[in-house]
């Protein structure tokens, strides 16, 4: 478990009323959600591959890419096919791209815990061929990569940026 220090210590003394894990699910806490950005990141573009893909109806497809696009994790791109009138792609932006690890940390949990099986799926970095895995590093000054687990993590309050 993570340790709270400084004034956060005292769990009673505090609410986390500016909490960015209920910010983040504010934008991408459904399931449809979730699974439009995995299919962002299989290759999808295009309305019918997201709503076929993911199993959902138009309606539920287009309210959830128009959440993601006013969000900022996607960016309408105009193409037109020949005879066809203009429609629009849905292109991930730094920001989405920038939810790979938490989609693949999904992915990775659900096949170390749902899938008795074993995973259905292997990721393998294209270059290398080695297999590809998130984890919790340390993002140190001499730029060492260690691995770490929760309970080397102290959480205390930010010092915030001025504006």
């Not at 910010?23 to 997201?50: C, H, M, N, P, W």
């Not at 730029?143 to 309970?151: K, P, Y």
């Amino acid at each position: 478990m993570m340790t709270l220090t400084g004034p956060l210590q005292d769990r009673d003394s505090w609410e986390a009323t500016n909490c960015s894990i209920a910010k983040a699910f504010d934008v991408v806490g459904t399931r449809s959600a979730i699974l439009i950005l995995r299919e962002a990141f299989y290759g999808a573009t295009r309305f019918d591959q997201f709503a076929r893909r993911v199993g959902i109806t138009d309606a539920v497809a287009s309210a959830r890419l128009r959440e993601l696009t006013d969000a900022g994790i996607f960016e309408k791109v105009p193409y037109r096919e020949p005879g066809r009138r203009t429609r629009s792609e849905y292109r991930l932006t730094e920001m989405g791209h920038d939810l790979l690890p938490v989609v693949l940390g999904l992915l990775q949990w659900g096949d170390r815990y749902l899938q008795p099986d074993g995973a259905p799926l292997r990721l393998t970095d294209s270059d290398s061929g080695d297999p590809v895995t998130v984890e919790v590093r340390a993002d140190t000054d001499a730029g060492s990569e260690a691995r770490v687990d929760a309970d080397h993590i102290e959480v205390a309050p930010a010092r915030r940026r001025r504006r």
